[in-house]
């Protein structure tokens, strides 16, 4: 069965600090990578998608990506109060047929001003 | 670009009573399709996905169903709803290939 976790958290940073958020995969031919984020009472929004290995950068937010070790992971720089959200990791198994992503039950992150 | 609506934004419903959420999404064509539901404090679950007009796959069983009359409208269905159908229901989207899905802003169902 294939298995996403996360550390179900809650995690709280400091306003102004680094967020690191993990996760691990089960399923060793996993292709592609998502994170989203989902504030309370509302839909996940996709805030990052990683393909190969090594670090992947959009403004204040890096995915890091090591398929031989099966973790993917998230760091939010100069983190804020919006950033507050239960963040999702998300992975694909692979090859053009797979439809399915399979979620993790996310991370609470909690940024304290 | 694309834009994926879902409504009615929030439903009550009473037990045993039917129960139609609709989803269409624009600026794509032939998308994949998926229904979720979050209840509360979970993790989504996967109900429904679709990769074409009337191609349904259905990822647990239950008193739930899903149709797709068009190729950009995705419908979720039930005859009689039970008190554990309350959730938090998601439809999404994504195009062919290992890309990332679209959500919708949900559908809040409770069920008294």
């Known amino acids: 069965q294939k298995e996403v976790e996360q550390n179900s958290g809650p995690l709280s940073v400091p306003e102004g600090a680094i967020a690191s958020l993990n996760c691990t995969y089960s399923?060793?031919?996993?292709?592609?990578f998502f994170w989203y984020r989902q504030y309370s009472g509302k839909s996940p929004e996709l805030i990052m998608s990683?393909?190969?290995?090594g670090d992947k950068e959009d403004g204040r937010f890096t995915a890091q990506l090591n398929k031989a070790s099966q973790y993917v992971s998230l760091l939010i720089r100069d983190s804020q109060p919006s950033d507050s959200a239960t963040y999702l990791c998300?992975?694909?198994?692979?090859?053009?047929?797979?439809?399915?992503?399979?979620f993790g039950k996310g991370t609470k992150l909690s940024v304290i001003p | 670009s694309q834009t994926i609506h879902q409504w009615p934004a929030t439903l009550v419903q009473p037990v045993g009573s039917p129960l139609s959420l609709e989803c269409t999404v624009e600026?794509?064509?032939?998308?994949?399709l998926y229904w979720y539901r979050q209840a509360a404090g979970r993790g989504l679950q996967l109900l429904f996905y679709s990769v074409g007009i009337g191609q349904i796959s259905s990822e647990v069983p239950q008193n739930l169903s899903a149709s797709r009359p068009q190729d950009r409208q995705f419908i979720l269905s039930s005859k009689k709803l039970l008190l554990s159908d309350s959730g938090f229901y998601l439809c999404?989207?994504?195009?062919?290939?290992?890309?990332?899905?679209?959500f919708g802003d949900g559908t809040r169902l409770s069920i008294l």
């Open positions: 399923d060793r031919v996993s292709q592609s």
């Open positions: 998300a992975v694909n198994p692979g090859g053009a047929g797979s439809y399915q992503l399979t």
């Open positions: 990683i393909y190969s290995n």
């Open positions: 999404a989207w994504s195009v062919k290939g290992d890309q990332p899905q679209h």
């Open positions: 600026g794509t064509s032939n998308p994949n």
